[in-house]
């Protein structure tokens, strides 16, 4: 199966989100996790990523750190995700040596030349709908992934209100992953490991 899964983390890591973190990850879609905790401190985030980990690594799935690069580095996570308020990709770079940095690049063309030039290692557009995860995202449209798609040769990132009805588009334009929470997470009707088989 094709990995063009990015995952992105509840906001809230309940009981049974390790039950499900393995049941998804070994439908084999999943090419990256992204623990995204904005509410938590520091040391409960080191805490929950510890543990992924463990899992990430048995169906080999790449473990990013959003925000932090430090906490990347701390519980040897596969790299972090840095938005343009988050500090110097250059840092980061230098700080976590050989791990993957992606940059969120909105829908600007000038910021993917930018993190190009400070050797992101991939590129993360978006939001291309209305997210729970964001709702006040900048939007993007799929231009922006056309033009990506000619012009880096970098993996590309979809973001943004991503389900199993719109997800082709995405891929069709440019993307090389998806990226996805609410889809596999908040969805009432369907198990998140049920959910994660929709993306193929």
Wanted: contains cysteine.
């Amino acid at each position: 199966m094709k990995k063009i899964v990015y995952l992105i983390s509840p906001n809230e890591i309940k009981n049974n989100f390790y039950t499900h973190l393995k049941k998804i990850l070994s439908v084999g879609n999943v090419k990256f996790f992204q623990l995204r905790l904005k509410k938590k401190r520091k040391n409960k985030i080191i805490e929950i990523a510890k543990k992924i980990r463990k899992i990430t690594k048995k169906y080999k799935v790449k473990l990013i750190i959003n925000d932090y690069y430090d906490i990347s580095k701390i519980t040897n996570s596969d790299g972090c995700h840095l938005g343009q308020n988050d500090g110097s990709v250059k840092k980061a770079k230098k700080y976590l040596n050989k791990k993957i940095i992606g940059v969120t690049c909105h829908n600007s063309k000038l910021l993917a030349k930018n993190a190009i030039n400070d050797k992101a290692d991939y590129l993360a557009f978006g939001s291309f709908n209305k997210s729970k995860l964001k709702p006040n995202a900048k939007r993007a449209n799929l231009n922006i992934l056309k033009w990506a798609k000619k012009n880096i040769k970098k993996p590309i990132v979809a973001i943004g209100g991503i389900n199993n009805l719109n997800y082709k588009k995405f891929l069709k334009s440019g993307a090389n992953y998806i990226a996805i929470s609410s889809y596999i997470w908040d969805n009432p009707k369907l198990k998140p490991e049920i959910a994660t088989r929709k993306f193929k």
